[in-house]
């Protein structure tokens, strides 16, 4: 979907950020709180070259940028998925300028450069807080355990 098409989702218009890469329940229950607070929610995804730049680990994302874009387009809660490049997605907040952009609870408003933007023309950020012990990086480390048991 082009930003043409998405300046017309309803609005308030729900904005987050993400890898989003082996998608758990975490993301999905994160996903379908940040879709109540509006009408709408889009989702911009890290390219793979913007998620190896946020140095989570090798070989991540585990899921190419594509395929990580069709399943989260496939869940109820997500209105649009876009993708970015760069280390932000400020170029998209700028675009739509939704109502409200949504992060999870580990970040801090005083951290996210996006947060002044967003407050430019009006829009408020939401931390939603996370599943406890519900990670990709939790689920990296159990598949980890899990082969080396096999082995």
């Given at each position: 979907m082009d930003s043409q098409h998405l300046i017309y989702l309803p609005r308030p218009m729900v904005f987050t950020n993400g890898v989003f890469d082996l998608l758990h329940a975490g993301h999905v229950q994160y996903l379908a709180q940040a879709r109540q607070l509006g009408a709408s929610l889009v989702v911009a995804l890290n390219s793979d070259t913007s998620a190896r730049r946020l140095g989570k680990g090798p070989g991540r994302p585990f899921v190419c940028a594509g395929e990580r874009q069709a399943v989260l387009a496939a869940l109820t809660s997500v209105s649009a998925v876009v993708l970015f490049d760069e280390d932000t997605p400020v170029r998209w907040l700028r675009t739509l300028k939704p109502e409200i952009y949504v992060k999870g609870g580990d970040y801090k408003l005083e951290d996210l450069p996006e947060a002044a933007e967003v407050a430019a023309w009006g829009g408020r950020v939401q931390l939603l807080p996370l599943r406890p012990g519900v990670s990709?990086?939790?689920?990296?480390?159990?598949?980890?355990?899990?082969?080396?048991?096999l082995q």
């Open positions: 990709t990086s939790a689920l990296v480390y159990r598949i980890q355990c899990a082969a080396e048991v």
